[in-house]
């Protein structure tokens, strides 16, 4: 099902994708044009709102109890190309592979 956008057209993006990127979403890993997008769809679209809210709480529930915890590279590598599968196989969507490099910042203590 699409969504109504602000103006009463019909949205580009349907439940079934929205709901398989809402993490690429949370994880800011989507286009900027995509990102949009999906804002767009989630915003006029009750279901995939409250979708995004819980899954934007646990998110957050997660980066609280486990912050300080680093995972292993291996462990990441393995995570996201089971998220792009995921939302691959749900979504009807196809990644390139873009790097992207992550610097660690840490905070100096007295």
Not at 26 to 52: A, G, M, Q, T, V
Not at 58 to 63: F, G, N, S, T, V
């Amino acid at each position: 099902m699409s969504a109504l956008d602000g103006s009463g057209k019909p949205d580009n993006v349907h439940c079934e994708q929205a709901l398989a990127e809402i993490f690429l979403l949370l994880d800011k890993e989507c286009s900027p044009e995509r990102d949009e997008e999906l804002r767009k769809h989630i915003d006029d679209c009750p279901p995939c709102l409250e979708e995004y809210g819980i899954d934007e709480q646990l998110k957050q529930l997660l980066a609280r109890k486990c912050g300080g915890d680093h995972a292993p590279a291996e462990l990441k590598s393995r995570l996201r190309a089971s998220i792009r599968k995921t939302v691959e196989d749900r979504g009807g969507i196809q990644f390139s592979e873009t790097e992207v490099t992550v610097q660690e910042v840490r905070e100096l203590r007295d």
